[in-house]
């Protein structure tokens, strides 16, 4: 009979009814278990028996089992925490998880209950390592691939790298009336002084702010920026110092050669130490930035900024100059920029060359003289000791003045003084031959501006006065010359002031067929030609006499050994010689001891590496070339160099003394790096008291780890007491095509199976990835009182399956009874 049927039928049914009790048992239990997820059980029919009927063939089914146990994976609702490294995640994803003994990241979860342990690993309750991305500490990027995530409880030291500075400086102040620049004020050996004193005298800058900045090893300095105004309208200058004392940069190597057997700067030796960068800004009328230039400051303090040798050029990729800076010690400098508010727009600026004479006329003989003016007239000029020239336009004194041109091109100027003319009338000669402007400054001086910006061969060699030796403007100390004859006339100089002596030759390099264009120090030995357009050709010999300066005679034994004053020409390159000019230059800076060089107008210049000082109190350059003589042509002797140019004197060279008294508004003429744009926080010049708004650095000495925080992103950011606040690692989540496919692991940690697919990790908040919720924790999404509703209808039914067997059972009993 099929009524035995319903026994086996009740039984799956009491059997499939405990199991769902035990799955609502297990939720129920883990009401409050971090993101624990509930499940649900699902039921179907087991296969029927087919049975027959009246009607014909029909089914009775079997009983029940069960078909799934889904897990639901709806959102917990967030509980607040006050552990900073609790996380939630609001959204879709599971964290990602390393067992300690196992290679791959192959577990997940939702509990963010993590903390750091001993080691600095970001963990769970369990001991599994968080997997994430470390970040990169100077792009704040991701770094690398997923792995485990650490946080040093210790950050390193930082030197600084960046240094802003924004200040108002006051408008009203006064402009100076003598210049007299900041680096001439400052004096590094004062602290080594028997009885130190400050370094530079309070009285002579208007304003100074000062800033900490660290060096590798995380200790602070002190760095104060000076700043003073200048002569010019809307102009400031600036200085960057720190103490001399700790200043141990380093010498370049031709520097250890001047300052042996100093290496680094030296402040009781170096009156530059301290000082690390010179500067200029000039404002607007507006008061904002529109122009910076920068000089770097040598050991001796000699910046000149009317030279380019000090000046700082920036690429059109960076936006602020920078300065050395060394208390370490070590061998590299720590290089720091500096930012005033503006950045370098990227264009170049060329400026103009100015030669200045060296003295100024008068309009008249005795006391109460005034300088005179372009229109002066030539009868009511009077030199310095009170003589005049004379003359009218067929006869009387003559001026010729020789040099060059902006391109090389030699140029003689002679003119016919008429003392009826207004000393205009010789200014506009000097501009229509040198092709330039010709000016009388303030001072009564002869001021000529080439008519070209950028780099300029325009110099003046040579002054002749004709008739007398009174020179209204020129003075005649350029021509010191211990190798050579002045010249009866006093054959003068113009050029660019300088703190250190030069030696000019009086010839040029020309290319082919001794004209312009000038040869440069890059030119090859067969492009070289003197005036005549003779060739310098390969083996030609050039022998060289004078001093160095410090006095030394570059000579012929027993000065020097046989052939050591002598430098052959080689067109062959080699790894040692380029075949160029460049191959002179070197020679005569390793034979004479100072720096050499081929100016704009193709002449050969050398130059002493130490800068003169006071007389009879300090260095006085001894540097001089006596004598050249070459086997072959020789562009850069007197011998070549044609008329009317000849110097009067018949010297080979000519000596410009170094002018220590301090600048006369001549400038080299360049191609610089000063146009500024304003940024939004600028440095400005207003009407308001000189006052630092905002400054900052990026420097940080070594710092312990003080809090952590995390942000929706999964970032990890450390704080440091060392006030570093440092984002160190970024949490990575994962999702899966199929989450009811994932195997519980206990633990709060399910693995990947077949069924669930491959994890598809990434950065919270993107690709379907949810957020994460700091400060807050999951909580399981059990509802009770769904749980409540289904232990009622699995309890009643599980009650209907035993009553269906007691129901049978009886059947069967009463069954067996009929036998009776």
């Not at 029909?58 to 639901?72: E, K, N």
């Not at 209204?472 to 002045?486: C, E, I, K, Q, V």
Request: aromatic share 8%; glycine share 10%.
């Amino acid at each position: 009979m099929a009524i035995s049927s319903s026994l086996y039928s009740s039984i799956s049914g009491l059997s499939t009814m405990g199991d769902a009790m035990a799955v609502l048992g297990d939720n129920v239990a883990n009401t409050n278990t971090l993101s624990f997820k509930a499940s649900r059980t699902t039921f179907q029919d087991v296969l029927a028996q087919s049975i027959s009927t009246a009607s014909g063939s029909a089914q009775v089914g079997r009983g029940v089992t069960m078909s799934t146990v889904d897990g639901l994976f709806a959102q917990g609702s967030f509980e607040t925490s006050s552990t900073p490294t609790d996380m939630a995640i609001g959204g879709q994803g599971f964290f990602m998880l390393r067992a300690a003994g196992s290679a791959e990241s192959d577990m997940y979860t939702r509990a963010g209950e993590f903390r750091f342990d001993q080691e600095g690993f970001l963990v769970n309750p369990t001991g599994h390592f968080v997997q994430g991305w470390a970040i990169d500490q100077q792009t704040e990027e991701r770094a690398g691939t997923i792995g485990d995530l650490r946080l040093d409880t210790t950050t390193p030291p930082v030197e600084t790298l960046d240094v802003e500075v924004i200040a108002n400086l006051d408008s009203r102040e006064d402009n100076e009336s003598v210049e007299v620049r900041l680096f001439e004020s400052w004096n590094g050996t004062n602290a080594a002084a028997v009885n130190p004193t400050a370094p530079i005298n309070p009285q002579l800058y208007e304003y100074t702010s000062s800033i900490k900045v660290y060096d590798a090893k995380g200790a602070s300095h002190d760095i104060a920026i000076y700043f003073d105004r200048t002569t010019q309208d809307n102009q400031w200058e600036f200085l960057v110092t720190c103490d001399p004392s700790e200043d141990m940069r380093t010498l370049s190597a031709v520097e250890q050669q001047i300052y042996a057997p100093d290496t680094t700067y030296n402040y009781e030796e170096h009156a530059g130490a301290g000082a690390l960068l010179y500067g200029i800004i000039q404002f607007d009328t507006s008061g904002n930035i529109s122009a910076i230039t920068a000089y770097d400051v040598p050991p001796d303090g000699e910046v000149n900024p009317a030279r380019s040798e000090n000046r700082v050029i920036l690429e059109n990729t960076e936006s602020y100059y920078s300065f050395d800076a060394n208390f370490t010690g070590a061998d590299v400098n720590q290089q720091i920029r500096l930012s005033l508010g503006a950045q370098y727009n990227g264009s170049v600026t060329d400026i103009r060359q100015v030669i200045v004479s060296e003295l100024g006329a008068l309009d008249s003989d005795g006391a109460g003289a005034n300088y005179i003016t372009a229109e002066t007239y030539w009868r009511d000029v009077y030199d310095q000791s009170g003589l005049q020239l004379s003359g009218d336009s067929t006869s009387g004194d003559t001026i010729t003045i020789s040099g060059f041109a902006h391109d090389g091109t030699r140029v003689a100027s002679t003119y016919q003084v008429n003392s009826d003319e207004k000393v205009q009338v010789f200014l506009n000669q000097l501009e229509n031959d040198f092709g330039c402007s010709a000016s009388i400054d303030a001072s009564g001086r002869l001021k000529m501006t080439d008519l070209i910006a950028g780099n300029s061969g325009m110099h003046v060699t040579s002054v002749i006065v004709d008739g007398t030796i009174d020179q209204p403007f020129f003075g005649t100390h350029d021509l010191a010359n211990p190798f050579g004859a002045t010249g009866t006339n006093g054959d003068t100089v113009l050029n660019i002031t300088t703190p250190k002596l030069k030696i000019l030759s009086q010839g040029q390099g020309l290319s082919a067929g001794g004209s312009v264009p000038v040869v440069t120090a890059n030119t090859s030995w067969t492009n070289v030609f003197d005036a005549s357009g003779v060739a310098i050709a390969d083996g030609t010999t050039f022998t060289f006499v004078g001093a160095k300066g410090d006095g030394a005679i570059v000579n012929v034994p027993p000065f020097l050994p046989a052939g050591e004053n002598v430098f052959t020409v080689s067109t062959t390159v080699t790894s040692t010689n380029t075949g160029t000019v460049s191959d002179l230059l070197m020679w005569l800076e390793d034979t004479f001891e100072c720096d050499a060089e081929i100016d704009f107008a193709g002449r050969l210049v050398l130059t002493d590496r130490i800068a003169d000082e006071a007389a009879t109190t300090g260095y006085q350059s001894q540097l001089a070339i006596s004598s050249l003589v070459s086997s072959g042509a020789n562009p850069w002797d007197d011998a070549g160099v044609p008329a009317p140019f000849t110097p009067s004197a018949g010297s080979g060279f000519l000596t410009l003394s170094p002018n220590i008294s301090g600048e006369d508004g001549s400038q080299q003429g360049d191609v610089i790096s000063s146009s500024f744009s304003p940024e939004a926080l600028s440095s400005t010049q207003y009407a308001n008291s000189s006052t630092t708004i905002f400054q900052d650095q990026n420097g940080f000495a070594s710092g312990f780890l003080q809090s952590v925080s995390v942000d929706t992103e999964g970032v990890i950011t450390g704080n440091y007491s060392n006030g570093q606040v440092l984002k160190k690692a970024q949490v990575a989540l994962a999702n899966f095509a199929s989450l009811a496919g994932l195997h519980k692991q206990g633990g709060n940690v399910y693995r990947e199976t077949t069924d669930s697919g491959a994890p598809v990790s990434g950065v919270p908040g993107t690709n379907g990835l949810g957020t994460i919720a700091p400060n807050a924790l999951e909580q399981s999404n059990v509802d009770l009182g769904t749980e409540f509703v289904k232990l009622i209808t699995v309890q009643r039914a599980f009650q209907a399956n035993s009553k269906i067997i007691t129901t049978t059972d009886e059947m069967l009993n009463d069954l067996i009874n009929i036998k009776r």
